[in-house]
């Protein structure tokens, strides 16, 4: 029995963890807090079983240049034990529908499009959509209100934190290779 609720402040602590151990790097967990301090956690939700906390998605605001904001998924684990049993699914259908009640009206990924094609998203460049990371078709977009997505309106930015700890990180290898 999976339940899955909006974090609570309690809650933290078990999120960095579950990010830490379902990534290489601590860079999601550590982009999530970064994200929650900044206030722009716009809809963080976990997933409980058996009484614990075993998966986490994140969505923050993401904008194209003219302004629009929408809604940007990232990161999402679940802890290995409890993997393909459709958490995953059941938190990104819950965090989408989250942010529509938020006032989103779109919603961008950047993953495997196998994967997310079955809630909707489609490939952003078909739409005239990019992201800075040269995502190509793996950049994905969703029209959560009809008729709401910038259409051709080129690149779309993710929150300034993701730009942060992408530096941190590059920033880290060099020095790991320098030394
Ligand atoms: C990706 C992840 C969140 C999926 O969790 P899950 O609860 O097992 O997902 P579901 O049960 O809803 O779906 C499982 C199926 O979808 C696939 N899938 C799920 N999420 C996926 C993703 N982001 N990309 C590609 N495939 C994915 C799984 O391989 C599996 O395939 P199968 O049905 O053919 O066996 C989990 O594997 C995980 O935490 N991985 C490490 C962190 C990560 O890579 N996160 C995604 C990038 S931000």
Same mark, same amino acid.
């Given at each position: 029995m999976v339940l899955v609720r909006t974090e609570q402040p309690g809650d933290c602590r078990a999120i960095h963890e579950i990010h830490r151990h379902s990534f290489p790097t601590n860079i999601e967990a $550590? %982009? +999530?807090d970064a994200l929650r301090a900044a206030g722009r956690l716009s809809v963080s939700l976990i997933a409980e079983a058996d009484q614990r906390i075993v998966g986490h998605i994140a969505f923050s605001p993401v904008t194209v240049t003219a302004g629009h904001v929408g809604a940007g998924l990232a990161p999402i684990s +679940?802890?290995?034990?409890?993997?393909? %049993?459709g958490i995953a699914a059941e938190l990104v259908t819950t965090g989408l529908r989250a942010c529509r009640a938020a006032g989103? !009206?779109?919603? +961008? +990924?950047l993953g495997d499009p196998r994967y997310y094609s079955r809630f909707g998203f489609l490939p952003g460049p078909d739409f005239g959509l990019t992201d800075e990371y040269g995502?190509? !078709?793996?950049? $994905?977009v969703l029209e959560l209100a009809p008729g709401s997505l910038p259409r051709s309106a080129g690149l779309v930015r993710y929150a300034h934190e993701f730009q942060f700890l992408t530096e941190s990180s590059k920033a880290a290898v060099t020095s790991t290779k320098k030394g």
């Open positions: $550590q %982009l +999530v +679940v802890e290995s034990a409890y993997r393909r %049993l989103f !009206t779109w919603a +961008v +990924v995502g190509g !078709t793996a950049f $994905q």
